[in-house]
């Protein structure tokens, strides 16, 4: 458990996402029932470096010990609502080599008529992150801090089919943009994933960061671009989960470091170091079957990592 | 033209392998016929380090212009045999994407009866790279050179597949292998890149590199690992050859620099900075079809592309 005072000092962070039930089958096993959600992997990993502030919703049926397990580390629960009805339950089944899902269920239950509505004591943070929700509910939330500092957001391939308009108004609202290879693509309309970041820098984001996979991450913001390889793991046990645990990393180093992405006088080697973290971060989301990685994790170990990053790509 | 004086003072590099035509096309274009052959991109790559003598076989319909293209950059032709017939010809088409591809026609010609015989003077060349051909002719080749310092070689699925054991016996006898990670996994059957390596090194060579096209590469020494990126190409004409490329460039490297790969005091950096080298020269490459863009590369270019890759990582 962290110590909660340690963040005192440190810059808040704000969560907005899914706080799921996750069914998981991959070659390594198969859990029919455990804590998930975009918002629970965002949140979790971001707890390691800064004060966070999860909103999202739950059923009746959420589990006083996975409260506990948020709670333990360090996250503030007011903006987790519970509704009447039952928590989100999504489950799917990986390939062989896991590089691809096929979903099995998804029931929306609590989820379906979540409207987030920030506490008034998180409208003042000044670092918020959009997992992957509606983006009419995305642009919802942004509305409601309109002097953040940095509003980093995620999408997926539905909301890029079926909402695209108003996916585009939500992310001409941010700072930072983090897509997997395959929604860049299909996003910019751009093969190449140069000219496909660059097209959606024009959106709006000053930062674009593209999501590989096992084969790592690349940033571009503007002429600046930082590409890191993906850290090789020995044993993948569940995927689920790791690019929200990026996005965490990411986001929650920039506001540890108190930094200000728009700011001109912004070190660049400093977003470099966030990709770094999320990387870090997403790897060890994949050690265990969900969030079961975060029990045991701790800061040195996430640091320890992030040194063996350097070592790997230092010539 | 390179001054040919320049490599007096640096080691050489024997490269066998295949000199051949083409016939490419690609999202980009279609080019019905021109030079290619993994011993003609491993020598030009590698041309840019050292001084590179190639053993091959070409037939009578092998134009003087791509003898002179050769031969200008340096390349010492007095391996390159010309037997009765015609020069080897293979043809393919790439998917949209580039990733993949289908081999349209194979015409071996004189390739067919290559018998590789070095010239007395190359057996005490201190540097060896081994493209992809019959095992059975790598390891007559690799009798020729007992006493060579880097033995270094690539293969294919074929050979895999067809003639497992003449490979492992021929790999046995190299310092480095370089494969595709799709190779890796099925020489290896190991799934896991990391794993694979492992099993790949316990086969005989100390060094291992798997390539992974657009993502980059990854050398694995004992417990060393270097993670390249992959470079970030604005426009990619013709993927062809770049494999072939990184290898020469990797070899030239450690050629240039008189490495002894086998050696105790080895600096591991200088393994990274080979496999940096490899990939520019693999990036250079795709920029135009078949070896056009090495008609015009300088090595200025080749150095200033490994500084884009040193900020491209740095963080």
């Known amino acids: 458990m962290p110590a909660a005072g340690r963040y005192n000092q440190v810059m808040s962070l704000v969560v907005v996402g899914s706080v799921a039930y996750d069914g998981v089958e991959t070659p390594r096993g198969r859990v ?25 919703v739950v059923g009746e049926d959420f589990a006083e010990e996975d409260r506990a397990f948020l709670a333990g580390r360090g996250i503030d629960l007011e903006g987790l609502q519970t509704a009447p009805g039952k928590t989100f339950y999504w489950s799917c089944i990986y390939s062989e080599d896991m590089n691809e899902r096929t979903t099995l269920r998804t029931e929306l239950n609590v989820f379906a008529n979540f409207r987030p509505e920030l506490p008034a004591r998180y409208r003042s943070c000044p670092y918020i992150v959009l997992g992957n929700i509606q983006p009419a509910l995305q642009r919802r939330v942004r509305a409601q801090v309109p002097q953040a500092r940095l509003v980093a957001g995620d999408t997926m391939n539905y909301w890029i089919e079926t909402g695209r308009d108003e996916l585009l108004a939500a992310i001409a609202e941010w700072d930072a943009l983090l897509v997997n290879d395959g929604e860049a693509r299909l996003l910019s309309g751009e093969r190449n994933l140069r000219r496909a970041a660059r097209r959606l820098e024009e959106a709006g984001p000053r930062i674009v960061v593209v999501k590989r996979g096992e084969f790592g991450a690349v940033l571009f913001a503007g002429d600046y671009v930082f590409a890191a390889p993906g850290y090789l793991l020995e044993e993948v046990w569940d995927p689920t989960g790791a690019g ?43 050690e265990r079957f969900g969030v079961d990685r975060f029990r045991t994790l701790t800061r040195a170990e996430i640091d320890e990592r992030f040194l063996e990053f350097k070592r790997l790509t230092e010539f």
């Open 32 to 56: 029919e029932r455990m804590l998930g959600g975009a918002g629970t992997f965002i949140s979790v990993s971001a707890s390691y470096f800064t004060q966070v502030c999860l909103v999202g």
């Open 244 to 286: 929200d645990c990026f996005l965490g990393g990411f986001a929650g180093y920039l506001a540890e470091r108190g930094l200000d992405p728009r700011s001109p006088e912004l070190d660049r080697k400093e977003l470099a170091r966030a990709v770094v973290y999320g990387s870090v971060l997403g790897s060890f989301c994949c």
